[in-house]
């Protein structure tokens, strides 16, 4: 245990094991409802035919696009730390000098990168499936539909949920007045989609059933 928690915090498997312990902590957070799970997503159409510019653009061209990056980045970072763990426990080890094995750490950090690029892109690929299944409803037909807040609050700014759709649950931004008292495990109905923000604004679910 001793010697694996060695390979795992040195140079250069380390590296990816701070990035994916962050990765895991902002996970842990979006199931909590603390952050919206897309605070690090890239929209991008999945049937796009013209240049996209920019890192978007970029994404698209690598084939990382069509699935919410924070998923993307999340396998990237753990393909690549597989990799780095692999070579400096199995690899590293037999090469002599303390110089040539730097040298080889600072190769491996950068190549199991760019490694798990294309990994993680055929992986991705059944999500994107599914993506394209959700986005075949467009978001306001979600108006009205019943909606359980997920965030610890709702307010103009931050608040997270989820919509049933035919039992697939749909993790969605939500924003009300602050003058409500919405709290986790609430259901409240989406009345109106901003796509500046990609946001529903949702109002309770008596107030709801009041006006129809």
């Not at 467009?138 to 931050?158: A, K, M, P, W």
Request: charged letters at 15%; glycine letters at 6%; aromatic letters at 12%.
């Amino acid at each position: 245990m001793n010697e694996l928690w060695i390979v795992l915090s040195s140079y250069p498997t380390g590296i990816y094991s701070i990035f994916l312990g962050i990765m895991m902590v902002l996970w842990i957070f979006t199931i909590l409802g603390a952050v919206d799970i897309d605070v690090l997503s890239v929209d991008i159409d999945l049937e796009v035919d013209t240049d996209i510019p920019g890192f978007a653009g970029l994404l698209h061209t690598l084939g990382l696009s069509g699935v919410p990056f924070t998923i993307v980045l999340t396998l990237l970072i753990f393909i690549a730390w597989v990799f780095t763990y692999v070579a400096s426990n199995y690899i590293a080890p037999f090469i002599p000098t303390s110089f040539l094995q730097f040298i080889f750490s600072t190769a491996v950090l950068i190549g199991s990168f760019f490694v798990a690029i294309p990994i993680t892109a055929k992986l991705i690929q059944p999500l994107k499936k599914l993506s394209a299944e959700n986005r075949a409803k467009t978001n306001i037909d979600f108006l009205g539909y019943e909606c359980r807040v997920t965030s610890q609050s709702v307010d103009e700014e931050f608040g997270q949920g989820v919509i049933a759709n035919s039992g697939d649950d749909i993790i969605v931004r939500i924003r009300a007045k602050v003058t409500n008292e919405f709290k986790k495990g609430d259901i409240v109905r989406p009345i109106s989609y901003e796509e500046k923000d990609n946001s529903y604004q949702v109002i309770s679910n008596k107030e709801f059933e009041n006006n129809l």
